[in-house]
Nanobody, 115 residues
Framework: QVQLVESGGGLVQPGGSLRLSCVGS????????MYWYRQAAGQERERVAR???????WYGDSVKDRFTISRDNAKRTVYLQMNSLKPEDTGVYYC?????????WGKGTQVIVSS
């Protein structure tokens, strides 16, 4: 019943920044762990960030010190601030929520980092 919609992707030059948003509907996000994943063409999906329901943060090694995940439970929204973008950050970015009985994915938003 939960639906997730990502936005904020686009074309950006290397070194630039983007802020992705994922807005949910149909459920309170307070008790869910929130994730961002990405998938480059021909590659398997990679987990890049996590914000647990208990407030624990995790980042993949490839994005540490450049990406920041945040959440606003009242707005049912999770964000991914991406700075110092590199061409290898190119891909489709997906948000994901996980609970005791839920594992829900958005359809993704495309990020292209190119000069």
């Amino acid at each position: 019943q939960v639906q997730l919609v990502e936005s904020g992707g686009g074309l950006v030059q290397p070194g630039g920044s983007l802020r992705l948003s994922c807005v949910g509907s149909g459920s309170d996000f307070s008790f869910y762990d929130m994730y961002w994943y990405r998938q480059a063409a021909g590659q398997e999906r990679e987990r890049v960030a996590r914000f647990s329901a208990g407030g624990i943060l995790w980042y993949g090694d490839s994005v540490k010190d450049r990406f920041t995940i945040s959440r606003d439970n009242a707005k049912r929204t999770v964000y991914l601030q991406m700075n110092s973008l590199k061409p290898e950050d190119t891909g489709v970015y997906y948000c994901n929520i996980k609970g005791l009985r839920e594992n829900v994915w958005g359809k993704g938003t495309q990020v292209i980092v190119s000069s």
